[in-house]
């Protein structure tokens, strides 16, 4: 009988865990116009796009800490369509992440990667402005999020960026039905809906009143069309001290949010 319930057990815990999947797509979205969206960053490897990411600074993406395990060796920005030839491609000099951080579903899912070198800012590139203190975001509250992944459960990732509305979710709420939810976390999209990052791109911003408040981080991968749980996002206001901390001296090696 125990040997049956420590399998039971444990097909329970994997189960969980194979339920908080990454978020890797945009769904019931729309194509962005080109002139809009120009902070948004192709995080990628050698073997092409793994990750959303944005422009904090002309040499700093704000990206997710679990988009470390791909590799990432460059970003793209400039582009909407990666198939395009007209992008800038700039190499990651250097990959910051908190110490205290695990895997997306313990929490502290943000990275910042350093550039080898400044880009222009111009009419194809932008920076986003992040909270200068903490956010105060109201229940229902819209707010954007973009990616170039997937666009149906199961589906393609695509080559143009595509961004959709999602309702902020209260996060009393967000707890209740994400039993464990790691701190400094907002919930917006997928419960309640058929719109989210099932998702926007791994890394990418959720965008409030033009500012990144969010970071894309994880969702339950095992139904992309209509989750009955919220989409999560790292919550970037408690983390704004480590990355001024970092913005400030980047050759540290203090990565303690």
């Known amino acids: ?21 990454h978020g890797s797509y945009i769904i019931k979205g729309k194509k962005a116009p080109e002139n809009s969206l120009l902070y948004m960053a192709s995080v990628q490897s050698s073997t092409g796009h793994v990750c959303g990411g944005f422009l904090i600074t002309a040499d700093f993406v704000l990206t997710a800490a679990h988009c470390a395990k791909d590799n990432p060796t460059h970003v793209v920005l400039a582009t909407h369509n990666l198939k395009k030839s007209h992008q800038e491609k700039i190499t990651i000099k250097k990959k910051f992440k908190p110490n205290f951080y695990q895997t997306a ?11 080898s070198r400044k880009v222009q800012l111009n009419k194809r590139v932008k920076i986003i402005p992040l909270p200068s203190a903490k956010v105060q975001l109201r229940k229902n509250e819209v707010c954007q999020v973009s990616g170039w992944g997937k666009t149906i459960t ?9 961004v959709v509305d ?39 911003p959720l965008v ?50």
Not at 154 to 162: D, H, I, K, S
Not at 174 to 202: H, M, R
């Open 105 to 115: 579903w313990h929490g502290d899912d943000i990275m910042l990667l350093k550039l």
């Open 1 to 21: 009988i125990m040997h049956a319930l420590q399998k039971l057990l444990f097909f329970h815990v994997f189960t969980c865990l194979r339920q908080a999947g």
């Open 208 to 257: 409030c009143k033009g500012i990144a408040v969010g970071v894309v981080s994880f969702n339950k991968n095992r139904n992309c069309d209509y989750p009955d749980v919220p989409n999560v996002f790292t919550d970037i206001s408690k983390y704004r001290l480590w990355i001024k901390s970092i913005l400030k001296n980047p050759n540290s090696d203090k990565q303690n949010p």
């Open 154 to 162: 199961a589906g393609e990732t695509v080559n143009e960026l595509r």
């Open 166 to 204: 999602v309702p902020v979710i209260n996060i009393r709420v967000c707890k209740e039905l994400w039993p464990g939810l790691p701190a400094n976390v907002i919930c917006a999209g997928g419960y309640g809906t058929d719109k989210g990052f099932c998702q926007g791109d791994s890394g990418g």
